[in-house]
């Protein structure tokens, strides 16, 4: 029984990776929008768990607050507003959609034949696991968030604040897109 | 331990189900959220090659991209409100004004 739980232990990134699919599948497969809102909401907390898995402990809690908080709300409201078309919707997936699917499914496939060997055959370079001592520079006294925050605001301060003005921007224009045009 | 490649087959695996999504659905608030998802599957990559190297760096544009992800959002949402303000329809089909 201990050992079952130490097996679930070191492989809980693949079983969130593997549930953060069938959300996704589910989401995209899904007749009715709501199905769809729900499914993307799993995904998305699947994909936190993820990101818990790979020490990266504060962007999985942003995770859940972003998306799970604001974003999955948000497309709620949105389907509520819109959904309730009088005309049905007549067909859900696109008239082209089989050949789409043979496209993705045929670059998926020579991708995966032409770095198979890279990633998964004997001539992989390394063993691609993290480095111990390398982890050390993701902690800052244990405390991820710290570190994060260093690298967000000492390294890289000119794109957070080019993103807080992108903010801005998008917060005008969706008031203006969505407002009822009075004149 | 979690090995990269199974990180990287992860996130390549829920990039071409974004794909396949934004070409095969109808409804544009799916669409958006496959758009979404393509994110997420980029965010995936940056932290887990953040977590191979151990620099900060991937989590911290992974936050950006997160940001970047909500701004997105609301103007795409706003877009398909006005879109049905406009045409009662929210299936990309039903908007072929450009259509020769």
Redesign the interface.
């Known amino acids: 029984m201990e050992h079952f739980i130490q097996t679930i232990g070191r492989n809980m990134f693949a079983i969130f990776g593997v549930m953060a699919l069938g959300g996704a599948a589910f989401m995209i497969a899904s007749r009715s929008a709501v199905h769809s809102v729900l499914g993307f909401l799993f995904a998305m907390l699947c994909i936190a768990g993820c990101f818990l898995s790979l020490e990266a402990e504060f962007l999985g809690m942003a995770q859940i607050l972003v998306y799970a908080g604001g974003i999955v709300v948000l497309f709620l409201f949105v389907v509520m507003l819109v959904e309730m078309s009088k005309k049905k919707e007549k067909e859900v997936f696109q008239l082209q959609s089989r050949y789409a699917v043979v496209a993705v499914l045929l670059g998926a496939a020579l991708f995966l034949g032409v770095f198979r060997k890279v990633l998964f055959g004997a001539a992989s370079p390394e063993a691609l696991v993290l480095r111990p001592e390398l982890a050390q520079g993701l902690n800052v006294a244990g405390q991820n968030a710290q570190a994060v925050s260093r690298g967000l605001f000492a390294d890289y301060l000119l794109p957070f604040e080019i993103l807080s003005v992108i903010l801005l921007v998008a917060l005008v224009g969706a008031v203006v897109l969505a407002k009822t045009e009075r004149v | 331990?979690?090995?990269?490649?199974?990180?990287?087959?992860?996130s390549?695996?829920?990039f071409?189900?974004?794909?396949?999504?934004v070409?095969?659905?109808?409804?544009a608030?799916?669409i958006?959220?496959?758009v979404?998802?393509m994110l997420?599957a980029a965010?995936?990559n940056f932290?887990?090659f953040?977590?191979?190297?151990?620099?900060?760096?991937g989590?911290?544009?992974?936050?950006?991209v997160?940001?970047?992800?909500?701004?997105?959002?609301?103007?795409g949402?706003?877009?398909?409100?006005?879109l049905?303000?406009k045409r009662?329809?929210?299936?990309v089909?039903d908007i072929n004004l450009l259509k020769g």
Do not use: K, P
């Open positions: 331990m979690v090995s990269l490649n199974a990180v990287l087959l992860i390549f695996l829920l071409s189900i974004g794909i396949i999504g070409l095969i659905r109808r409804n608030l799916v958006l959220m496959c979404e998802l997420n965010n995936l932290i887990a953040a977590r191979h190297s151990g620099s900060v760096s989590q911290a544009f992974a936050l950006l997160m940001g970047f992800a909500a701004a997105e959002v609301a103007v949402l706003a877009l398909v409100v006005a049905y303000r009662d329809t929210v299936q089909d």
